[in-house]
């Protein structure tokens, strides 16, 4: 009879067994890790861009004072001049001596009052005349390649922006609200990057090609805030003011495409803006030069 012999033996001489275990890579660990570096890597630019930004608006308001007294003293007489006429002509209405039969007073702050125009609106009215003053400024120092240019950019966008929103003038509105006042801080940066010594940035001349592109974009401008600013103007004030006359709508929308492309030459810092401004100018004067009905906006 055959039999089976167990032995017990002492389990601690018995030597463990070691085996390797595959080393697995944690791709979750390793995300979240590329992710909080990406995300410490762009808190990081965002903060040098805003330091750096910082810098460059202190460049503006320091440059304020002695880009002023930069001028001679014939151009700071015509500048007084050119301001005073417009602070006052911002209070006269010179319908009243046009056409002496509607017996209107010669102060349009009297003429809103007695067509019951809120004292708000009639308060905005003078800032007109403020923003004229600043937007002339700021094309003056823009000319000669100051930085300070935008802080009175930025004075004349808001000024004539809040007037034109208060009396529903839509096309001038969006214009100054929504396009101007961004662009002086995005003119800013840019001009920032090419001043000379004397912190002055150089302007440039368009080239053929330019000119092309120019008329092009313009094009394609006008045609949009064509359709665009009487959409604008019904969703701000349930009407537009040149639904019946085409003329004046025609020239609200030039007026509003040419002052775009005006605002990107003098960013890029082309001095063919002024060939622009001009044309924009005169086609203001004979935009606004016919005399339409008064209509109640809100």
């Given at each position: 009879?055959?039999?089976?012999?167990?032995e017990?033996?002492?389990?601690?001489?018995?030597?463990?067994?070691?085996?390797?275990l595959?080393?697995t890579?944690?791709?979750?660990?390793d995300?979240?890790?590329?992710?909080?570096?990406?995300?410490?890597?762009s808190s990081?630019?965002?903060k040098?861009?805003?330091?750096?930004y910082?810098?460059?608006?202190?460049?503006?308001?320091?440059?304020i004072?002695?880009?002023l007294k930069?001028?001679h003293?014939?151009?700071?007489?015509?500048l007084?001049l050119?301001a005073t006429?417009?602070v006052?002509?911002?209070?006269?209405?010179?319908?009243s001596?046009i056409f002496?039969?509607?017996k209107q007073?010669?102060?349009?702050?009297i003429?809103?009052?007695?067509?019951?125009?809120p004292?708000?609106?009639?308060?905005?009215?003078?800032?007109t005349?403020i923003?004229?003053?600043?937007?002339?400024?700021?094309?003056?120092l823009?000319?000669r390649?100051?930085?300070s240019s935008?802080?009175?950019?930025?004075?004349?966008a808001?000024?004539y922006?809040?007037?034109?929103?208060?009396?529903?003038?839509?096309?001038?509105a969006?214009?100054?609200?929504?396009?101007?006042?961004?662009?002086q801080?995005?003119?800013?940066?840019?001009?920032?990057k090419?001043l000379?010594t004397e912190s002055t940035?150089?302007?440039k001349?368009?080239k053929?090609?330019?000119?092309l592109?120019i008329?092009?974009?313009?094009g394609?401008?006008?045609?949009?805030?064509?359709y665009?600013?009487?959409?604008?103007s019904?969703?701000?004030?349930?009407?537009?003011?040149?639904?019946?006359?085409?003329?004046?709508h025609?020239?609200?929308?030039?007026?509003?495409?040419?002052?775009?492309?005006?605002?990107?030459?003098c960013?890029?810092r082309?001095?063919e803006q002024y060939?622009?401004?001009?044309f924009?100018?005169?086609?203001?004067i004979?935009?606004?030069s016919?005399?339409?009905?008064k209509?109640?906006?809100?």
């Open positions: 009879m055959s039999t089976i012999t167990l017990l033996t002492d389990a601690s001489a018995i030597e463990p067994l070691h085996v390797p595959p080393t890579t944690s791709t979750s660990e995300s979240e890790d590329e992710s909080l570096e990406s995300h410490r890597n990081s630019n965002i040098s861009f805003a330091q750096c910082i810098q460059q608006l202190k460049l503006v308001f320091q440059s004072i002695p880009d930069s001028f003293t014939w151009q700071i007489l015509i007084i050119y006429f417009n006052v002509f911002s209070f006269l209405d010179f319908n001596i002496r039969d509607r007073s010669l102060f349009k702050w003429n809103e009052y007695n067509q019951g125009t004292l708000w609106r009639r308060v905005l009215l003078s800032f005349g923003s004229a003053i600043t937007n002339v400024l700021n094309v003056v823009v000319i390649g100051k930085m935008y802080f009175w950019g930025i004075l004349g808001i000024f922006g809040t007037f034109a929103f208060a009396n529903g003038y839509a096309g001038d969006q214009l100054f609200v929504f396009f101007f006042l961004p662009m801080f995005v003119g800013i940066h840019i001009w920032s090419e000379d940035a150089r302007v001349s368009l053929f090609s330019g000119w592109l008329i092009l974009l313009s394609a401008f006008i045609l949009l805030f064509y665009e600013i009487p959409m604008f019904k969703l701000l004030t349930s009407k537009y003011l040149f639904e019946q006359t085409p003329v004046p025609v020239l609200d929308a030039l007026t509003n495409g040419l002052s775009v492309m005006g605002q990107f030459l960013i890029a082309y001095w060939i622009i401004w001009t924009v100018n005169l086609l203001l004979v935009m606004y016919g005399e339409h009905e209509r109640e906006i809100f």
